[in-house]
């Protein structure tokens, strides 16, 4: 089958139609999946797009039945998260926030005072969040958007207000799965758009709670080399590392 084909029949089950179709064939190109048959290439793609996205969705999510609180709880990614106290220790005097890869992270911005620009590949969660701003009056939106199209991405950055802050939450492992060296790629590009750049990574499985063993030293040295390192501290099972965009 041609890569286009593939992309409709993992497409076929209905959690991967929420994806970007960009991101669904780059994991379909990805060297040990390309060298299956056919079938066996559906059945990996959609293994791999099920761990690193569409994991964090239930039917409880999607179909929008919980109130914000409880959406959040449910989200894999965000319900151990004590979002009072992160943005208290992160938040400064940065005009607009840009949260890439947010999953439900918008759910938690009602009262932070800030421009709030969340950008997610599952279109479901991007439906959800802009519902609740509007519901709520919030000054934020919510962009559908496969974070690999590098363009668009600084595009959205380009179109806020001055100054910036750019979130990037627990998403550097698949986007190192996707494309090595891609997270130093994109941090070295945001570093001209935006004055300060929160990045975080688990420390525990999200799911058994089981701490980690690997220390990501790979990560820990390029950011010490190309950024100044404001703040590090571990909570609930996550890293966070603020950074200041100027290198001294």
């Known amino acids: ?46 293994a791999l797009l099920r761990k690193y996205f569409t994991v964090f969705l239930s039917n409880k999510i999607t179909k929008g039945k919980l109130g914000s609180e409880e959406l959040l709880k449910r989200h894999i990614s965000s319900k151990n998260r004590d979002y009072a106290g992160l943005y208290k220790r992160i938040i400064g005097n940065e005009k607009t926030i840009i949260d890439l890869g947010a999953g439900l992270n918008g759910l938690s911005i009602g009262g932070i005072g800030k421009k709030y620009v969340a950008v997610e590949a599952t279109r479901v969660l991007v439906e959800i969040m802009n519902n609740y701003f509007k519901q709520n009056k919030i000054p934020a939106e919510a962009t559908w958007e496969d974070l690999f199209n590098l363009n668009k991405i600084l595009e959205i950055v380009k179109n806020t207000e001055k100054p910036r802050a750019i979130w990037v939450f627990n998403i550097i492992d698949a986007l190192e799965y996707l494309e090595r060296d891609y997270s130093k790629k994109l941090l070295l590009e945001l570093k001209n758009q935006a004055e300060k750049i929160i990045i975080s990574w688990p420390t525990q499985s999200l799911q058994k709670q089981k701490k980690f063993k690997a220390k990501r030293f790979w990560i820990l040295n390029f950011l010490e080399e190309n950024f100044n390192i404001l703040d590090e501290f571990e909570a609930n099972g996550e890293k966070f590392i603020v950074l200041n965009t100027t290198k001294a």
């Open 1 to 46: 089958m041609e890569t286009r084909e593939l992309v409709a029949k993992v497409q076929e089950k209905k959690e991967f139609k929420e994806l970007p179709e960009s991101l669904i064939e780059k994991v379909l190109l990805l060297k040990e999946i390309v060298k299956l048959q056919d079938e066996e290439k559906i059945k990996q793609a959609r």
